[in-house]
Nanobody, 124 residues
């Protein structure tokens, strides 16, 4: 049984930083992709970024490039989303999600497992 457990998030002022973690358990993930998504009230869930577990290649949506960084700790089966220079429009519930080695990494329905979500609130 695959489980994704998120931690981190919280409230920060604009320009500040937060880190969200996603600990994965239940199998080996060498061929998987870990994605990060976010959903603001009244909006669709949107792709933030992703990392391929094998090789560590990362991808980001344009709005977070240069501000957010995704990394992984293979020994701990944990993926991190480091968010810097946060803006009020980054406010959302952030989710990690796991998928087998897919090409269309921005599509939520292609992900098999999801974390519980964690709230990130950026005040102006």
């Amino acid at each position: 049984q695959v489980q994704l457990v998120e931690s981190g998030g919280g409230l920060v002022q604009a320009g500040g930083s937060l880190r969200v973690s996603c600990a994965a358990s239940g199998r080996t993930f060498s061929s998987y992709v870990m994605g990060w998504f976010r959903q603001a009230p009244g909006k669709e869930r949107e792709f933030v970024g992703a990392i391929r577990w094998s090789g560590g290649r990362t991808y980001y949506t344009d709005s977070v490039k240069g501000r957010f960084t995704i990394s992984r700790d293979n020994a701990e089966n944990t993926v991190y989303l480091q968010m810097n220079s946060l803006k009020p429009e980054d406010t959302a519930v952030y989710y990690c999600a796991l998928a087998r080695a897919i090409a269309a990494i921005t599509i939520p329905k292609l992900y098999d497992y999801w974390g519980q979500g964690t709230q990130v609130t950026v005040s102006s």
